[in-house]
């Protein structure tokens, strides 16, 4: 089977697919043959050597897939060959094969297509452990997404107008903007030419908005602090602009604001039983039509440096996938 290998630490371009020998289902694990693997941006950050797990060389990067259950091993129950699944394997996904345990994987939906599965866990769930466990998002609050044009942004717009948030998308390209319109967002943000708190405010009423979701850091976030009302909730999930902001903290003193940490791969560590909860009932939500996964942009595996610059550049709307 072919593999996607980190040999050596660098840039993308430093990815090689190989071949491998096939997976072989050992004592309560099954393997899965992959139909398609989501690309993130903690991905870049493994192959380059600047995440703090740093995997011993060579490596396989990949942490999310959807595909067919091609072998179940001893002592595993509930789940059969054949099974459509997706499954958050840490590393390893982007290959035709990957073996995880029966716990780690979650049938999907028959409407969801194997590219959308797969761009589908890491996104939506730190958007609704974000929106819930962290901010405590009730009915009717407004919600601004920063970065709404990106994966985790399009997903937390989906899942905040499912939980009955009103929200704003701030998005840098008409694309992406008109991405964060398509996913629910009820006004978009130019923030390369718009004064942000200000047209948050407007949005607003003048009175201030209750959580702002950023994942991407940089100069927009004393802005969108700002534009927080009383009470507000200030959500850090990443850095996608590549410069750690600083806060003025008179700024979280003033109305009671609160400024909170989205750690949700931590926190799937921490409480494994927890994550299939949140996952399960994400792919219900969208079984049942409340959520709306776009679909990805799609590159085969022998463009994985493509797939990644892209989206280190940020010139993607939404999600990647690659196809084996």
């Known amino acids: 089977m072919r593999a996607i290998v980190c040999s050596e630490l660098g840039p993308p371009e430093t990815l090689r697919v190989d071949e491998r020998d096939p997976l072989t289902a050992g004592s309560g694990e099954i393997v899965v043959d992959v139909r398609a693997a989501g690309v993130n941006y903690v991905d870049a950050l493994f192959v380059a050597g600047r995440y703090q797990i740093k995997p011993p060389l060579p490596f396989v990067p990949g942490g999310e897939i959807a595909g067919v259950v091609r072998a179940v091993g001893a002592g595993v129950d509930g789940i059969r060959i054949g099974d459509r699944v997706v499954a958050m394997c840490g590393l390893g996904g982007f290959a035709e094969q990957v073996a995880v345990s029966p716990l780690q994987a979650v049938p999907i939906p028959d409407d969801l ?12 769930c730190t958007a609704l452990f974000a929106l819930r466990k962290r901010a405590r998002l009730r009915t009717g609050e407004t919600v601004l997404v920063l970065g709404a044009g990106g994966g985790v942004g399009l997903a937390t717009i989906d899942v905040a107008r499912a939980l009955g948030a009103r929200v704003i998308g701030a998005a840098s390209s008409d694309a992406k903007r008109a991405a964060a319109r398509a996913a629910g967002a009820e006004a978009v943000i130019d923030p390369t030419t718009d004064d942000l708190k200000t047209r948050v405010r407007e949005f607003a009423g003048g009175s201030g908005i209750d959580v702002v979701v950023d994942p991407v850091g940089g100069t927009l976030a004393e802005p969108a602090l700002r534009s927080l009302g009383y009470l507000g909730r200030y959500l850090v999930i990443g850095f ?11 700024q979280v003193l003033l109305r009671n604001r609160a400024v909170l940490g989205v750690d949700w791969g931590a926190w799937t560590m921490h409480d494994p039983a927890g994550q299939r909860a949140l996952l399960t009932e994400l792919l219900q939500m969208v079984a049942a039509g409340r959520l709306a996964p776009a679909a990805p942009t799609v590159y085969p595996f022998e463009r994985v440096a493509d797939a990644l610059n892209d989206l280190l550049e940020r010139r993607v709307t939404g999600k990647i996938v690659l196809l084996p």
């Open 240 to 250: 996608a602009a590549g410069t750690i902001p600083t806060l003025p903290l008179n």
């Open 113 to 124: 297509d194997f590219p959308r599965a797969a761009a589908f866990t890491q996104s939506y």
